[in-house]
């Protein structure tokens, strides 16, 4: 009977580059939806998966994406680790890193 039911977290911490920050995102709630409640100054648009604005590499740790990112990456891009911050789960810890395309970047949180 012990065993059964596997313990899962119910958070996971993202750490996001450039900022050098971390922060807490429970599980289940989408990357950048989670950011922008905390704060977090993150290159958006759409919320809806179509922009691409949130476009954001992933050093290490996985995601589950909610959509197909090939309608908005290329494939090199979804090759090299870039996905769709607003539409991503996580499933595990992360460390992303948010390309530095934008004036906006140089703020903080
Ligand atoms: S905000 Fe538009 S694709 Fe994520």
């Given at each position: 009977m012990l065993g059964v039911f596997k313990k899962t977290a119910a958070t996971y911490v993202a750490r996001i580059e450039p900022f050098g920050i971390e922060i807490t995102i429970p599980k289940g709630q989408r990357l950048l939806s989670s950011a922008l409640t905390q704060g977090v100054k993150w290159p958006h648009r759409?919320?809806?998966?179509?922009?691409?604005?949130?476009k954001t590499l992933v050093l290490s740790g996985e995601i589950k994406p909610q959509i197909n990112f090939g309608y908005v990456l290329d494939a090199e891009e979804i090759e090299q680790g870039y996905i769709l911050a607003c539409q991503s789960t996580l499933k595990s810890d992360v460390h992303v890193s948010i390309p530095p395309r934008t004036k906006k970047l140089k703020g903080k949180i």
């Open positions: 759409c919320k809806v998966g179509s922009c691409g604005t949130c």
